[in-house]
């Protein structure tokens, strides 16, 4: 079994910015792809970004150019840096270790973006 635990959420200011981590229970080298989605009140979970093991990433439209994704090997987790948050980026947000045909999902982290 992989454990994710996830931290950083909160409450910000529209324009502001939050940096979620996610730390996993073994090393994140083995696993082929990092993600993190988000499920705002009322709505479907949907994919935010995701990184892979040879470092390709990819962004959802709606946050493209605002979040970044990234890992630290050495530390086992994951990162989402979010820039120029809007009201809509609020969500609950899950870290998600795809392991081939296995999937391992954190606990979800809060963030409301409200002035």
């Known amino acids: 079994q992989v454990q994710l635990v996830e931290s950083g959420g909160g409450l910000v200011q529209p324009g502001g910015s939050l940096r979620l981590s996610c730390v996993v229970s073994r090393s994140i080298s083995s696993v082929a792809v990092m993600g993190w989605h988000r499920q705002a009140p009322g709505k479907q979970r949907e994919l935010v970004a995701y990184?892979?093991?040879?470092?390709?990433?990819n962004y959802a439209d709606s946050v493209q150019g605002r979040f970044t994704i990234s890992r630290d090997n050495a530390k086992n987790t994951v990162y989402l840096q979010m820039n120029s948050l809007k009201p809509e980026d609020t969500a609950v947000y899950y870290c998600k270790a795809d392991r081939g045909a296995l999937a391992s999902w954190g606990q979800g982290a809060q963030v409301t973006v409200s002035s």
């Open positions: 990184i892979t093991d040879s470092g390709i990433t």
